[in-house]
């Protein structure tokens, strides 16, 4: 039986993207498939806010994330770390056989741009990882800020993981001067995983042809080379990039900035729910998420039982904390195709479900 998910991934996905993604498949070497790419490009360009390609990886976001650090860490990486997927980016970079260093701040807290440049001042590093919006908090870090830092060392290339806040925010890569923007379908593109898409600077590019033991995967220049002949690598998620190409026709018909806004709407709503009931968020709310909320659960709700009561009367499930801090926080979505009808009504469903812990 099907339930609503209002949780922060995999999110709800529409009537009209699954039914784009049941279009019959056909030869990814073939023009049909050519022709299917190098539809979603402008598109995808307009949403990256880039001049640059964007590259289509089967995949989750994860694949790109590792891959970035196999193409571009020569020297060392500093990993920015401020919760569960930041932190692990550190582990994953230690795995690849990099030399790795974590700048750690608590789970909720904030990245400061001005800790980012003492630790680039050292002359180590040559790549930086973020996780823009940190998906286990509700933490989403001052991009523009951090990037401005960034952009005082130009040997420094940056790594920017935007999965749970991509087209709920504006994110410019170019005008930022992000090298590497990566993004996965499941979260705030409100589509089924499996998909991960990236964009990647010249710099970028130039960076990766000086390493030797890049893989082949989530090589960047495999990706390139492909690009160029409207192609992936290895062989694509055909029903995906169909789901991909719907979306696409949804989020330019609503308009972007109407689509930002809305977000912003519907993350308030929630923010006044979490007001109301004397709770607050995980992050100072300054830094909140604007595509989910991560409540600190102040009154001991038992959040297994909120969600079996959820999932029976209301037939839609929130998320009931992640790793160390399960139970003691509680999550709620307001990404993807949220609305103004549909979150209201979760709301009143918590309101119901919550006299009866």
Not at 28 to 38: A, G, M, N, P, T
Not at 271 to 285: C, Q, V
Not at 299 to 326: A, P, Q, T
């Amino acid at each position: 039986m099907h339930y609503k998910l209002f949780i922060p991934g995999p999110i709800e996905v529409s009537d009209k993207t699954y039914k784009a993604m049941t279009t019959p498949v056909f030869g990814h070497r073939s023009k049909d498939f050519v022709e299917l790419y190098q539809s979603v490009q402008p598109g995808l360009q307009q949403l990256f806010q880039t001049k640059d390609p964007v590259f289509i990886s089967t995949s989750s976001a994860w694949g790109v994330m590792e891959g970035a650090v196999r193409n571009l860490v020569h020297k060392k990486v500093l990993n920015v770390c401020s919760g569960a997927f930041s932190d692990k980016w550190y582990d994953v970079s230690k795995r690849c056989g990099k030399q790795a260093e974590a700048l750690q701040y608590e789970w909720g807290e904030p990245v400061r741009p001005e800790d980012i440049r003492e630790r680039l001042k050292t002359g180590e590093f040559d790549v930086v990882t973020l996780i823009h919006n940190e998906t286990s908090t509700g933490t989403m870090n001052p991009l523009a800020g951090i990037m401005a830092v960034l952009r005082e060392f130009p040997d420094v290339i940056s790594v920017v993981d935007t999965v749970s806040s991509f087209t709920a925010v504006p994110i410019p890569k170019d005008a930022l001067g992000i090298d590497v923007v990566l993004t996965g379908s499941q979260k705030a593109l409100a589509m089924p995983p499996g998909m991960a898409l990236f964009s990647v600077s010249e710099r970028a590019l130039k960076r990766a042809e000086s390493m030797p033991d890049r893989g082949y995967y989530f090589d960047f220049l495999e990706f390139l080379k492909n690009h160029e002949k409207g192609m992936t690598p290895s062989t694509p998620v055909i029903p995906l990039i169909f789901g991909l190409r719907s979306k696409l026709e949804d989020i330019f018909a609503e308009g972007l900035e109407q689509r930002f806004a809305r977000h912003e709407k519907l993350n308030g709503m929630v923010h006044s729910w979490i007001d109301r009931h004397g709770l607050e968020t995980l992050p100072p709310r300054q830094f909140a998420s604007k595509s989910l909320s991560c409540v600190r659960n102040l009154h001991d709700w038992d959040i297994g039982k909120l969600n079996k009561l959820l999932r029976e009367s209301h037939n839609c499930v929130i998320d009931g904390g992640y790793g160390k801090l399960k139970g003691k926080t509680f999550r709620i979505s307001n990404m993807g195709d949220e609305t103004e009808a549909t979150i209201g009504g979760l709301l009143e469903a918590l309101d119901r479900v919550i006299e009866k812990l």
